[in-house]
Nanobody
Framework: QVQLVESGGGLVQAGGSLRLSCAASGRAFSTYNMAWFRQAPGKEREFVAA????????NYVDSVKGRFTISRDNAKNTVYLQMNSLKPEDTAVYYC???????????????????WGQGTQVTVSS
């Protein structure tokens, strides 16, 4: 069983930045596609960004393109989400997820991910 632990959330003013981290247990991290999802109050959990296990290809939801950057450090078993130019609508609980399928495709649906973290709250004030 893989454990994912997110950190780095908090309260920030609009226009500010945060960097989220997700540390994974186990030895297979380098073979997982990794993603960030978020869930705002009263809304469905939505895909934010993902990075593939091979070639480190990335994919983003349109609303964060140009503002968020996902990256990974396989030596540290950690995936990051750098969030710049934050907006109040980015307020949500952010979840880290891992896909163990070894597909070369970057997946964006919740059911395609096998492991989830507990989430970290990000609040952007206006």
């Amino acid at each position: 069983q893989v454990q994912l632990v997110e950190s780095g959330g908090g309260l920030v003013q609009a226009g500010g930045s945060l960097r989220l981290s997700c540390a994974a247990s186990g030895r297979a991290f380098s073979t997982y596609n990794m993603a960030w999802f978020r869930q705002a109050p009263g809304k469905e959990r939505e895909f934010v960004a993902a990075i593939s296990w091979i070639s480190a290809n990335t994919n983003y939801v349109d609303s964060v393109k140009g503002r968020f950057t996902i990256s990974r450090d396989n030596a540290k078993n950690t995936v990051y989400l750098q969030m710049n130019s934050l907006k109040p609508e980015d307020t949500a609980v952010y979840y880290c997820a891992a896909d163990r399928s070894r597909t070369v495709l970057i997946r964006t649906r919740r059911y395609e991910y096998d492991y989830w973290g507990q989430g970290t709250q990000v609040t952007v004030s206006s």
